[in-house]
Antibody
Framework: QVQLVESGGGVVQPGRSLRLSCAAS????????MHWVRQAPGKGLEWLAV????????YYADSVKGRFTISRDNSKNTLYLQMNSLRVEDTAVYYCAKGTSGFDSWGQGNMVIVSS | ERVMTQSPASLSVSPGERVTLSCRAS??????LAWYQQKPGQVPRLLMYGASTRATGFPARFSGSGSGTEFTLTISSLQSEDFAVYYC?????????FGGGTKVEIK
């Protein structure tokens, strides 16, 4: 079955960087676009970024464009989110997700807390 | 950017009642519209895609309709396990966007 397992979250100071990983299994990872979505405490879902199966095409939400970079290593079946210049408002649970018509599989979520 | 607006933000419903949730897009998203169910402390779960196709595991009491800018999720007879937050999402244009959610609570 499809599994998406995120790692790399934690507590970080404002202005610092963090890289999240999402290890995928149970499906042909290299054939799917992959997404990052976040949810601030008590708030709704916010789509952040996608990297298409070709690995060369990326799209970002305006809120993270220029600060976050999505990437993938198809040889390792792993998705990444490099987060730079972190802000307090980036505090959230970060999910990786798979799907072409809606997100049919989600990771368990990884908490990132940006605090001094 | 397509702005997705859900209404109402919350509603209190008794088990067995019919529930209708709305989602409006600022510009047409054709039928590239998904609905998700999220229960407290859980990961969102895909409920509907293509505006009206139920995802695996959801019963027939859930139905979706709409196209263009107006969409509806209907639960014909609310069960106790349906109390949750429901989000719509458009996947017609980048950036993909979610609505703010509708919380369905027990009356």
């Amino acid at each position: 079955q499809v599994q998406l397992v995120e790692s790399g979250g934690g507590v970080v100071q404002p202005g610092r960087s963090l890289r999240l990983s999402c290890a995928a299994s149970g499906f042909p990872f290299g054939s799917y676009g992959m997404h990052w979505v976040r949810q601030a405490p008590g708030k709704g879902l916010e789509w952040l970024a996608v990297i298409l199966s070709d690995g060369d095409t990326e799209y970002y939400a305006d809120s993270v464009k220029g600060r976050f970079t999505i990437s993938r290593d198809n040889s390792k079946n792993t998705l990444y989110l490099q987060m730079n210049s972190l802000r307090v408002e980036d505090t959230a649970v970060y999910y990786c997700a798979k799907g072409t018509s809606g997100f049919d599989s989600w990771g368990q979520g990884n908490m990132v807390i940006v605090s001094s | 950017e397509r702005v997705m607006t859900q209404s109402p933000a919350s509603l209190s419903v008794s088990p067995g009642e019919r529930v209708t949730l709305s989602c409006r897009a600022s510009q047409s998203v054709t039928t590239n519209l998904a609905w998700y169910q999220q229960k407290p402390g859980q990961v969102p779960r895909l409920l509907m895609y293509g505006a009206s196709t139920r995802a695996t595991g959801f019963p027939a009491r859930f139905s979706g309709s709409g196209s263009g800018t107006e969409f509806t999720l209907t639960i014909s007879s609310l069960q106790s396990e349906d109390f949750a937050v429901y989000y719509c999402q458009q996947y017609n244009n980048w950036p993909f966007t979610f609505g703010g959610g509708t919380k369905v609570e027990i009356k």
